[in-house]
């Protein structure tokens, strides 16, 4: 997309990790997305269809139109599409802040991780309400780095995600978005707007959560930006490894975590 530069890059460790990512949170997020039988829904920013999968399966009897700016994560995303089965999905290259659509073309818009990506998420905004028909809908989620917890939690390991948060800054994005979505929905000039939080929260009572949310979610998140945050800066090396290591060490039996999504809906 123009304007904004993906922080956590396009290595195949990141598209496992987006994987994981939409397994674990399948239900917490996507649950009540649905879409009427009929629908045509435009997907901005799909990636490697990790959450496509999800959209597409949950709304069989709508038209998915997934549009990304990459054009090998499009050709991940299409692959992905087809292993699943889904016949419902068709796939453009394109950035949000050009769509090659005529207006009021969809009936409802989805944006899942992306506005936290943008410099401009506003324009964004303004340039998806153009394609939305009169009364169209849209589902915004994100996620906020400021949300997060943990125990046992240290200067450290809270220097080192503080880290990820800087480093998203500096290339342009916001990672503390999922606060913003209110007020940016209204200012773009949405209607009804409604956000709800989303949390999840990770103990060793859920293994299952522990790893995929917790150790190839989040803390591979932060482990991501290493080199660029020592490379500027923002952190010491010895700051940095005890810092992963004490979020490591918040996996264990003794441990928890938690983190907070926002979803919201309004309308066009």
Not at 57 to 84: G, H, K, T, Y
Request: glycine content about 8%; overall charge neutral.
């Amino acid at each position: 997309m123009t304007n904004t530069r993906y922080v956590h890059g396009y290595s195949t460790r990141e598209w496992e990790r987006l994987t994981d990512q939409a397994n674990a949170l399948s239900e917490l997020l996507h649950q009540d997305t649905t879409c009427p039988a009929g629908s045509v829904v435009l997907e901005c920013g799909c990636g490697t269809g990790a959450q496509t999968v999800f959209l597409a399966s949950r709304n069989p009897e709508a038209r998915i139109v997934s549009v990304d700016v990459s054009a090998a994560s499009l050709e991940q995303a299409r692959r992905r599409i087809q292993a699943a089965g889904h016949r419902n999905v068709e796939f453009h290259q394109a950035s949000i802040f050009e769509l090659p659509f005529g207006d009021a073309l969809f009936d409802h818009a989805f944006l899942c991780f992306v506005l936290e990506h943008l410099a401009e998420p506003a324009t964004a905004l303004k340039a998806v309400q153009r394609v939305l028909r009169r009364e169209g809908s849209i589902t915004v989620i994100e996620g906020d780095h400021g949300s997060w917890f943990c125990y046992p939690q240290t200067a450290e390991a809270s220097r080192a995600v503080q880290c990820l948060v800087e480093v998203q800054a500096k290339l342009g994005g916001d990672s503390l978005i999922g606060r913003r979505l209110y007020p940016l929905l209204l200012e773009t000039g949405f209607r009804e707007v409604r956000v709800s939080p989303r949390t999840v929260y990770v103990d060793s009572s859920r293994p299952g959560l522990v790893e995929s949310v917790f150790k190839n979610t989040f803390i591979a998140m932060v482990e991501g930006v290493r080199d660029q945050a020592l490379s500027l800066g923002l952190i010491d090396e010895r700051t940095w490894y005890k810092g992963i290591a004490d979020l490591h060490r918040a996996t264990k039996r003794d441990g928890t975590f938690c983190y907070t999504f926002f979803k919201a809906v309004a309308t066009r």
